[in-house]
């Protein structure tokens, strides 16, 4: 005791918190409840029980570290309870050589949601061909539950080997739910979406809408700094999207209004802090989940037990938000 003492003494004044920098979201209440002993609830997400409510996003494609990255992603969501969504698996289309690196059903289970990826320009391509029975064989093959469609004509329209694409994505989403039976999730790169496009995927039956908000990793930055350097004739258009809090309080103006047919949400993009993340799912008016990309790719690349590390305190840090903390609701927002 005496030791600890001697720390705080020396630590006070390094300690200091400015009132300025109070989080203003939050309405913390210390008298309600004792310390959590337990963990979590289970809780049904995308038809099966997660564990915590986080989500592995897609990240790695075809490149040469995928098969380890993704396997010390899909061990960590099998050891956790978390849901997983795959990196791009246009290559597997292409190649034989790279299905290992995305046969990690075994090292997650089959208790937790996991999918398959194709960009909306791949499927553009097989919806043309008439070749969307493979995307069921792509689901057989890597035991995924279900295939998640990214949308990306910024990002393809700066990709200097960048895809054109010759139908407005709603259109192709809406005739591929028309052909396949397997559950579909959309997403956004990292600009995320406007209300209008919002509320025209929550009025489709998609299994889940994923944010992909502005805030994070942004490829049509990444896809400028590739082919033009730091030419700044289109830099305008790395600032064009949504917040992932914006695009929550856009969802819920929808689902006030009623007719959505999309049960569920995962947050994704610009999530800097677990607080973020806690914050924006329960704001949510439908059930939601916290999507994590980058975050969770920096320790995939590090020793297994960096990550374990990481989803440890992640899962110390929720149970304390979800014992101490009560969200506020936004200036003009009704509770």
Not at 151 to 176: M, S, T, V, W, Y
Not at 236 to 245: L, M, N, Q, V, Y
Not at 292 to 300: C, Q, S, T
Request: charged fraction near 25%; charge should be negative.
């Amino acid at each position: 005791m005496e030791d600890r003492k001697k720390e705080h003494l020396h630590l006070a004044f390094e300690a200091n918190v400015n009132r300025a920098q109070a989080d203003p979201r939050f309405m913390y209440e210390p008298m309600l409840s004792a310390h959590p002993t337990r963990d979590s609830e289970p809780f049904v997400f995308l038809g099966k029980t997660m564990k915590l409510p986080f989500w592995i996003s897609s990240m790695t494609g075809g490149t040469q570290r995928a098969g380890a990255i993704n396997s010390n992603l899909a061990k960590a969501a099998g050891e956790f309870g978390l849901g997983m969504g795959l990196g791009s698996c246009r290559s597997l289309f292409l190649s034989d050589d790279y299905w290992d690196d995305f046969k990690v059903r075994d090292l997650i289970g089959n208790d937790y949601p996991f999918y398959s990826n194709l960009g909306i320009a791949q499927l553009e391509e097989l919806l043309v061909k008439n070749e969307v029975e493979k995307i069921d064989y792509l689901n057989r093959q890597l035991k995924t539950d279900g295939t998640i469609i990214h949308i990306n004509p910024l990002q393809e329209a700066f990709q200097p080997e960048g895809d054109i694409l010759k139908r407005p994505p709603i259109e192709c989403i809406q005739e591929l739910l028309e052909k396949i039976a397997s559950p579909i999730i959309v997403k956004e790169v990292g600009q995320g979406m406007g209300y209008e496009s919002i509320k025209a995927l929550l009025h489709l039956d998609i299994a889940a809408l994923e944010f992909g908000a502005l805030g994070g990793t942004n490829f049509t930055k990444l896809e400028q700094m590739r082919r033009m350097g730091n030419s700044s004739l289109f830099e305008g258009f790395t600032r064009i999207g949504h917040t992932a809090e914006e695009m929550t309080l856009m969802v819920n103006q929808i689902v006030e209004k009623g007719g959505t047919k999309c049960p569920q949400i995962i947050i994704s993009g610009g999530i800097k802090s677990l607080l973020d993340g806690y914050y924006l799912t329960q704001l949510c008016k439908l059930p939601a989940v916290v999507g994590m990309g980058a975050a969770f790719l920096n320790y995939a690349l590090k020793d297994y037990t960096e990550l374990q590390n990481f989803i440890v305190n992640m899962r110390k840090g929720w149970q304390l938000a979800e014992s101490f903390l009560r969200v506020r609701q936004p200036e003009g927002v009704e509770s």
